[in-house]
Every structure is written in structure tokens, then in C-alpha cells.
């Protein structure tokens, strides 16, 4: 390796993705079921090597994509809220908070590891997905990885992962 520190940026038009969600502040209080065009944007830092390539970086912009078609057009629940309960019956998803039930098509939700659906927690998802194999992003040479979630312009979150995480 040359040693030469890059950073490649991803943010592609496919990294995006429109999703309905609504964000617990409380017990009691929470946001109004709304949408969003999500945008995503992540950057791989790692050493150049000596044939000129930090790293094969199609992978990373292929997890990014599913990802977002996965969550494309859908309704984000939280799965581990501590003011939000999930209950699937057959075609129906309900979702329980402060007294009262909230009953979707369960087609149109898509339950998420999160405690709410934020960018903060969105950013953290992706961020996650991507660097599930520390070792082999060292393996590639990959030092560093940053994700950003945007629900609209100017408004984003910031996930980052480095080898010294690990």
C-alpha cells in the first residue's frame, strides 16, 4: 500500500426512500403519522493500495440500496420502543400507545430495531449493516466508515464506525 488516506463517497439517486413514520417523545406524546423522502450517504476511508483502489466498494452500494427499497413506501414502527407495543394478527399489525390501538395493514408496516424512528436511529441501522464484518473491512483496507440519514434537505444524522471500534 502506498499509504495515501481516501475517502470514497456514496450517495447515489437510488439511495433513498419514502416512508411514513412518527416520532415518541413520551409516554403520552408523540408526532403525527407523516411521511418523509429519506435520502442516505455513506463513506468508506481506508489506505490506497499499490494498483491505484482503496476498495471494491460495489458492495457496500448494493447493502445500501436493498436497504432503501426494502423500506421504500412503507409505514416505520419501532420494535423496541418502551411506550410502543406491536401485536401482528394475521393481515394486521396493531400498534399499542398510551390507551389507544393504532391498526395498519401488515404488508404496509415494516417493524425496525429501533427504540424510535429517527434519523439518529435510521443513520444507526444502516451504519450497522454495513460494517457488520469489522474484520473484513480491515481486510479490505477500510478504516473508517460514515453513514449519514437525511429526512429532508439540511437535516441530517451522522453514524461512524472505526477501526478502533474494534
Known amino acids: 500500500m502506498d499509504g495515501r488516506l481516501t475517502t470514497i463517497e456514496l450517495f447515489k ?54 436497504m432503501c427499497a426494502a423500506w421504500n413506501e412503507t409505514l416505520l414502527l419501532p420494535e423496541r420502543s418502551p411506550h410502543l407495543r406491536l401485536e401482528r394478527e394475521g393481515d394486521e399489525l396493531r400498534a399499542h400507545y398510551d390507551g389507544t390501538v393504532m391498526r395498519f395493514m401488515a404488508r404496509d408496516v415494516t417493524p425496525i430495531p429501533v427504540a424510535n424512528v429517527t434519523i439518529e436511529e435510521l443513520a444507526r441501522l444502516f451504519g450497522e449493516r454495513l460494517t457488520e464484518d469489522p474484520q473484513g473491512l480491515l481486510g479490505l483496507g477500510i478504516e473508517a466508515v460514515t453513514v449519514k440519514c437525511a429526512s429532508g434537505p439540511g437535516q441530517w444524522a451522522t453514524w461512524t464506525w472505526a477501526r478502533d471500534d474494534v
Do not use: C, W
Request: proline letters at 2%; a positive charge; glycine letters at 12%.
Open 13 to 66: 439517486e437510488e439511495m433513498k426512500f419514502s416512508a411514513g413514520h412518527f416520532t415518541i417523545f413520551s409516554a403520552s406524546e408523540r408526532e403525527n403519522l407523516h411521511g418523509h423522502n429519506f435520502t442516505v450517504y455513506a463513506a468508506l476511508t481506508g489506505r490506497v493500495g499499490r494498483d491505484g483502489l482503496m476498495a471494491d466498494y460495489g458492495p457496500f452500494k448494493r447493502q445500501l440500496r436493498q
